[in-house]
């Protein structure tokens, strides 16, 4: 059964830091990982997609690396701004024999704040 | 872009009774995803349907059911509902492998 697991649960920075969200995952037959960001009581924002076969993922200020063989994924953020305070979630999707695209198992997430 | 629609998006209701969540996926994607997720909790998965056909179900109780219709959208039927149920319900949609793109969710609330 896959696990997903996120640290640092929550993450304090001031602002202009450049930041490193950790997400972990057990079962390494993963199809892709995706990570999101939820703001509080709202819905989910899908910032990156990384395929099994690729390594890593870049949109604007953010960069997310994919490890498959040792079950691990990096999301980073580049001068992390106020407006980047929110949780993020990683979720990975294991392959499916039938058709269709597996379930996004998720992490607990991180909650960031960035202070001004 | 189109986005999933997800309706109502606020529902309030009581215990034992019966609630429907519809989902509209974004055009051409042909997989449909229902997760749940509890206050301070993350995403759970519940059903998928993948061409109008279950795909996978997840921790789903067997009060609720759901179905996609002919037009690819989706909607989740939740019974004798009860207060543990209160949560936020996302759908989401894709194309076979690529990105789940979720809807805005459905809060619900059962006292």
């Known amino acids: 059964k896959q696990e997903v697991t996120q640290i640092p649960a929550a993450l304090s920075v001031p602002e202009g830091e450049n930041l490193v969200l950790n997400c972990s995952f057990t079962?390494?037959?993963?199809?892709?990982l995706q990570w999101f960001r939820q703001d509080p009581g709202k819905g989910l924002t899908s910032l990156l997609l990384?395929?099994?076969?690729?390594r890593e993922q870049t949109s604007g200020r953010l960069n997310a690396s994919l490890d498959k063989s040792s079950g691990r994924s990096t999301l980073y953020i580049a001068a992390s701004q106020p407006g980047d305070s929110a949780t993020y979630l990683c979720a990975v999707g294991n392959f499916k024999t039938q058709g269709g695209s597996e379930k996004l198992v998720f992490g607990k997430g991180t909650k960031l704040t960035v202070n001004p | 872009a189109a986005g999933v629609i997800q309706s109502p998006r606020h529902l309030i209701k009581e215990k034992r009774e019966t609630a429907t969540l519809k989902c509209y996926p974004i055009p051409r994607h042909d997989t449909v995803y229902w997760y749940q997720q509890g206050p301070g909790q993350d995403p759970q998965f519940l059903i998928s349907?993948?061409?109008?056909?279950?795909?996978d179900k997840g921790s789903i109780p067997d009060r609720f059911s759901a179905q996609q219709f002919s037009d690819y959208h989706s909607e989740l039927n939740m019974s004798s509902l009860e207060l543990g149920d209160s949560a936020l319900y996302f759908c989401?949609?894709?194309?076979?492998?690529?990105?789940?793109?979720f809807g805005p969710g459905t809060r619900l609330l059962v006292l």
């Open positions: 079962d390494s037959a993963i199809y892709n």
């Open positions: 349907f993948y061409e109008k056909m279950q795909s």
């Open positions: 990384i395929q099994s076969s690729q």
């Open positions: 989401a949609s894709s194309r076979s492998y690529e990105t789940q793109y």
